[in-house]
């Protein structure tokens, strides 16, 4: 098993709740979510515990990604497991003055040879996060779209 472990952050001049409102809407993932990484709902759960998204990166393989835990409004933990990574991840947000810094922390392993063999050449937790970059980014769109839109 190869190790995955990035922690990427957007800090956003938006209030928290609103951020919270945005990441627990869990239905309107695919909507802002890069299509790169295809990500589906599985199933949505009334109080989103154990809603379950699967993710297909391009590429890649498909894996599973379930809501363990929420604590309102500071964080949402995620276990992966299915296909080849297994791990954790977390959603963390934070008031910083009049800013919101948002947080995604991921710890996961990845099984198969080929990915052993990437992770010798290239650190994935780099690769993570160049994902990340653009999931962060139509997060803020996302945001500042809700907030337009009341």
Request: aromatic share 12%.
């Amino acid at each position: 098993m190869t190790p995955i472990i990035a922690t990427d952050e957007l800090i956003v001049p938006f209030p928290r709740d609103l951020v919270w409102k945005v990441l627990e809407n869990f239905s309107s993932y695919p909507d802002w979510w890069p299509r790169s990484v295809g990500l589906s709902i599985v199933n949505l759960e009334p109080e989103l515990l154990g809603s379950t998204f699967q993710l297909r990166p391009m590429g890649g393989r498909a894996f599973y990604c379930r809501v363990e835990s929420m604590d309102e409004p500071n964080s949402i933990r995620m276990q992966y497991f299915g296909g080849f990574i297994e791990g954790r991840g977390e959603w963390r947000i934070e008031s910083v003055e009049d800013l919101t810094r948002i947080q995604y922390e991921l710890d996961v392993l990845a099984a198969g040879r080929m990915v052993a063999w990437i992770g010798r050449i290239f650190p994935l937790g780099r690769f993570h996060s160049f994902q990340m970059k653009d999931v962060l980014s139509r997060l803020e769109r996302q945001i500042k779209k809700v907030a337009e839109n009341g």
